[in-house]
C-alpha cells in the first residue's frame, strides 16, 4: 500500500513497513423526521406545548432525538406556563446530562429536578395550592430503540404497517360517566411517578405524541386513515401538514380544548451487520512499529516507553507542544480483532469526556489522519506493579494512601455511569510524588454506548484473570460493585504480594451468562472462591484488616462493599461490626496460624504423657 510521507515517515535507511488498513464504508444512522401542530381550538388560550430536537451527529449516537408534548392541567393558574417550561427546560437539562449516562438515567434526572421545581412553585397567599401543573410525555429515539417516559393523559402511540398502538397509559381516574380526574402530573407531589418502557423500532415506523383534546376525538380508525396517506419517505412539511390535519379533524369531531399533535417519522435505524462494523472500525490504519526518529503525523518518537501485543507506547515530541506526550498504537497482531479495535476507539471517546486528576488524560489523533492511536497525557513514573515489586511489605498508611487515591479516580467513572472493569496493578501508574493514576481504561463499560446495538456484542468476560470479579465471570454481569472486588484484591496484593483467592488458570475462566437468581445456586457459584486469611503471609498485620479486606473481596457481591465510601472509611478506622464479627469466628478462621500451631503443640504434649505413661 502507498504511503502518505505526509502523515508518516521513517529515515531513509530504513524501510518502509506496511500498514494495516481497510475502505471507508458509509455508516448507517438513524434517521428522524418530526413535524408538529398545537392550537387553542376553540378557547382563548392554549394550554398546550411541544418541542423537539434533532442533535447533531455525536449527540445522535448517544443521546438521540427526543421529541416531548405537555398540556397544562387547566386549574393550575400557571398552566401554560408549566406546560411550556417543562417541554423546553427538559430538552435543553437532557443534552446538558454527561454523554455516557443512560438514557433512562439522564431523563429520570432531569425529570425529578423539573418535577422539584414545579411542585415547589406554590403561592405564599394561598400556602399549598399548587399553581404549576402539568401532564408530560417524552419520547427518546436512540440508536434501534424508543424510550418513553409518562405522566398524566398526553398519549404517544406507535403506528406501524397500517396498525395503530397506544403505547402509554392514561393517568386518570373516572368520576361519573363523562368526567374524569388526573391521578399523576407534573407537580403535582414531590414524590415523582414515572411510566417508563422501551420500544423497538424500525424504518417506517410513525411515533404520535397527542394531548386529550386529540386523541378523546379521535378513533384508531380515524387516525390510521389519515396516516396511511403519507408517503413512504415523507417530508418535514407532510409531517406538519398531517398534524395539523388530526388536529382540526378533532375540533371538527366537537373537541372544545387545546388541540395538539406531534408526528415521529423513523426513516432509518443504524441496524448493521457486523461486518459493516466490523469494517467500520478499520477506517483508520494501524501504523507498523515505530523506532526513535521515526515521525507520525508530525510526532517525532523520541523513546519506546513499551511495547507487546496488544500495544505500543512512545515517548513523543510535537513542534507545536512544549510538553512531550505519549502515542499509544494497537498492535498489528489486532488488526483483524474488532472487539479489542473498537475498545481502543471508545478509549480515546471517553478520554475527552473524563476530568479528572488521577485519570491519565487521553484524546484521539487528528481526524484528518490516515491512522490509528492515542494522545495520551505523559507520566514520569512507575506502574503500580513495579511499585509493588520494590515495596514488598509496604506499611498499611502507604497502601491506604494509593487505595484513597485510586477511588477518587473510580468515583469520577461512576458518577459519569461508567465501569472500568480491568482494575490491576499495571493499569495504575505513580509518580514521583506519589499521585496515583488510572492509565487504561479501553474495556470501559460506558453505559449510554452499551444502549445501542451498532456495538459489537461481547462473548467473553472483559478484564484481568484474577481480578475480575466473580459475577462477571459467572454471568458477563460488571457494575461498581465488580470494580470495588478488583479494588479489594490490589488492596490486599499490596500488602502480601498473594491474591486473597488461590490464582485462576484461563482454562478455569468461563461465563455461563445465566442470572443467579435463587439462594442454592448463588452459594454453589460463588463457593469456589475461597478467601485467604491475609494475616497466613502478613502475620504483622491487624485482625480488622483482614476483616475489611475479607468484605471487599466476597464472591458474592450481596455479602461486599456496596459504596467506595465504605471500603475508604473502613480501611482507616474499622467499623464496630467488623470487630464484632471477627471475634465471633472460630479461632480457625481467625487465624489458621495460631490455630495449628496449638493444635501442633496439644498433640505434641499429649503424645509425650502417653509415652511417660
Known amino acids: 500500500m502507498k504511503t502518505d510521507n505526509n502523515a508518516y515517515t521513517q529515515p531513509a535507511s530504513q524501510p518502509v513497513a506496511p500498514v494495516t488498513t481497510a475502505a471507508k464504508v458509509t455508516t448507517a444512522k438513524l434517521q428522524v423526521l418530526l413535524g408538529g401542530y398545537s392550537s387553542a381550538g376553540i378557547k382563548a388560550t392554549n394550554e398546550d406545548a411541544f418541542a423537539s430536537l434533532v442533535p447533531n451527529d455525536a449527540e445522535l449516537t448517544t443521546k438521540g432525538v427526543v421529541a416531548v408534548i405537555a398540556d397544562g392541567v387547566s386549574s393550575a393558574s400557571k ?74 393523559d398526553t398519549r404517544i402511540s406507535q403506528y406501524r404497517q397500517g396498525e395503530i398502538e397506544v403505547l402509554t397509559k392514561d393517568h386518570q381516574q373516572k368520576q361519573g360517566p363523562s368526567h374524569s380526574v388526573l391521578t399523576r402530573a407534573l407537580g403535582a407531589d414531590h414524590r415523582l411517578q414515572v411510566d417508563v418502557q422501551q420500544v423497538a423500532i424500525q424504518s417506517g415506523d410513525i411515533f404520535v405524541l397527542t ?22 419517505s415523507p417530508s418535514t412539511k407532510a409531517l ?42 478499520l477506517n483508520k490504519a494501524i501504523p507498523p512499529a515505530l523506532a526513535v526518529g521515526n515521525k507520525i503525523d508530525d510526532y517525532q ?29 494497537p498492535s498489528s497482531n489486532l488488526a483483524d480483532d474488532s472487539s479489542y479495535l473498537q475498545g481502543f476507539i471508545r478509549e480515546a471517546w471517553l478520554g475527552e469526556r473524563l476530568s479528572n486528576s488521577h485519570v491519565m488524560k487521553i484524546k484521539r489523533g487528528s481526524d484528518n489522519s490516515r491512522f490509528l492511536y492515542h494522545i495520551c497525557e505523559y507520566i514520569d513514573g512507575q506502574t503500580l506493579g513495579q511499585w509493588m515489586f ?47 493514576f488510572l492509565i487504561d481504561y479501553g474495556t470501559a463499560l460506558i453505559a449510554s454506548l452499551a444502549e445501542n446495538n451498532d456495538v459489537l456484542s461481547e462473548t467473553v468476560p472483559q478484564g484481568t484473570l484474577n481480578y475480575i470479579a466473580p459475577e462477571t465471570l459467572l454471568t458477563l454481569h460488571a457494575d461498581h460493585q465488580s470494580d470495588l472486588f478488583s479494588l479489594g484484591v490490589i488492596a490486599y496484593e499490596m500488602l502480601c504480594g ?19 437468581d435463587d439462594e442454592k445456586s448463588r452459594l454453589e457459584n460463588y463457593s469456589q ?46 467499623s464496630a461490626s467488623a470487630l464484632e464479627e471477627y471475634k465471633s469466628q472460630p479461632l480457625l478462621q481467625r487465624n489458621p496460624v495460631v490455630f495449628w500451631q496449638g493444635a501442633t503443640l496439644t498433640f505434641f504434649i499429649l503424645w509425650l504423657t502417653a509415652l511417660i505413661l
Open 211 to 232: 394531548c386529550d383534546g386529540v386523541h378523546e376525538y379521535l378513533s384508531a380508525q380515524q387516525i390510521k386513515k389519515q396516516l396511511g396517506t403519507l408517503t413512504q
Open 498 to 516: 498473594e491474591l486473597p483467592y488461590k490464582p485462576m488458570q484461563r482454562a478455569d475462566m468461563s461465563a455461563q451468562n445465566h442470572l443467579i
Open 390 to 436: 520494590d515495596n514488598p511489605k509496604p506499611k498499611l498508611a502507604q497502601v491506604r494512601d494509593i487505595i484513597e487515591q485510586i477511588i477518587i479516580a473510580l468515583r469520577s467513572f461512576q458518577r459519569l455511569e461508567v465501569i472500568h472493569r480491568d482494575l490491576k496493578p499495571d493499569n495504575i501508574m505513580i509518580d514521583a510524588y506519589g499521585k496515583v
Open 301 to 329: 518518537i523520541c523513546k519506546v516507553i513499551h511495547a507487546s501485543i496488544r500495544s505500543h507506547l512512545y515517548l513523543a515530541k510535537h513542534p507545536d507542544e512544549t510538553e512531550p506526550c505519549v502515542l499509544k498504537v
Open 79 to 152: 398552566a401554560a406556563q408549566a406546560a411550556q417550561l417543562s417541554v423546553t427546560q427538559f430538552i435543553n437539562d437532557y443534552y446538558a446530562t454527561p454523554q455516557t449516562w443512560s438514557t433512562q438515567k439522564s431523563a429520570s434526572k432531569v425529570l425529578s429536578s423539573l418535577n422539584q421545581w414545579l411542585y415547589a412553585q406554590t403561592d405564599a397567599v394561598s400556602g399549598y395550592t399548587l399553581q404549576w401543573l402539568t401532564t408530560f410525555s417524552a419520547l427518546i429515539v436512540k440508536s434501534s430503540t424508543a424510550y418513553i417516559f409518562h405522566v398524566g
Open 529 to 574: 472462591w475461597q478467601y485467604r486469611s491475609i494475616r497466613q503471609f502478613r502475620s504483622d498485620l491487624p485482625f480488622w484488616l483482614d476483616m475489611v479486606l475479607s468484605k471487599a473481596t466476597q464472591a458474592d457481591p450481596k455479602f461486599r462493599f456496596q459504596a467506595y465510601s465504605e471500603l475508604k472509611a473502613d480501611l482507616s478506622k474499622p
Open 240 to 281: 406538519e401538514e398531517m398534524a395539523k390535519l388530526l388536529t382540526e379533524l378533532a375540533i371538527e369531531n366537537g373537541s372544545k380544548d387545546n388541540v395538539s399533535c406531534l408526528l415521529v417519522y423513523i426513516g432509518a435505524t443504524p441496524n448493521r451487520a457486523l461486518a459493516e462494523i466490523e469494517r467500520e472500525l
